[in-house]
């Protein structure tokens, strides 16, 4: 069985024992565990914070995005040898209680990964 799918969202599957495919590709997401409703705070996204993965011309980080829930608040495409797939954003949620920050990248040759981070906003 593949390591990965080309079909279906790709997720760690024990973070405990990452394979080496899933720390090259796995988003990891830097924000605070709580935020105020309407203020400003920064997410930061990094793909290959736990192993590099290659910056090439035939293999690279395609895009990077960023929902809360469900709902898409940013994205941003990337472009191989000169954009690295480390990116913040500024971002503010209205609305109070629990919300899911949910990062997702394209990888080229071995598709969507995602990653989430649970944060309460009050």
């Known amino acids: 069985m593949s390591e990965f799918s080309l079909e279906e969202v790709n997720k760690v599957k024990d973070w405990n024992n990452m394979t080496d495919i899933e720390k090259k590709h796995v988003p990891a997401i830097e924000a605070p565990d709580k935020v105020k ?3 400003a705070f920064d997410v930061l996204i990094e793909v290959g914070k ?5 910056n090439e011309l035939n ?3 395609n895009w990077i995005g960023l929902w809360i829930d469900k709902r898409p608040v940013a ?4 472009y191989p040898t ?4 480390v990116v913040r954003f500024r971002i503010k949620i209205d609305s109070v209680g629990k919300k899911k920050i949910v990062a ?3 990888c080229n040759l071995h598709g969507v990964w995602q990653n989430e981070k649970e944060i309460g906003v009050e």
């Open 50 to 54: 736990y192993m590099k993965h290659p």
């Open 75 to 78: 994205f941003v495409n990337l």
């Open 59 to 61: 293999h690279w980080i």
């Open 37 to 39: 409703a309407g203020e």
């Open 104 to 106: 997702r990248e394209f």
């Open 82 to 85: 000169v954009s690295e797939p």
